[in-house]
């Protein structure tokens, strides 16, 4: 277990310990999530981010499907766009 002391500022601001930030493998911006425990206690959890892979792993498998079909957003609506002259 890591302990190590840090002290409030004024402004109620804390550092946290560099050999901390190294151990959870934080970056500058990194979202703490602050939980009250006990009148004496809080707990700071690491919110981690999740790998935003929605648009990725789909556009990967549907890469078979798109033969012939538009690369860009214009060609897109130009295609979706002939449908409305009809």
Known sequence: MVKSLATL???GQVSMPAALRKKLGLR???PLL?????D????VVVVRKPVDRRG?????FMKR???GMPDTTSRWMELLRE???D
């Open 40 to 43: 004496t206690e809080c707990r």
């Open 65 to 67: 499907f798109q033969k």
């Open 56 to 60: 990725h792993s789909v556009r990967g």
């Open 34 to 38: 602050w939980k009250m425990i006990s």
């Open 9 to 11: 500022t004024e402004r």
């Open 28 to 30: 500058p911006g990194q």
């Open 83 to 85: 449908g409305e002259r």
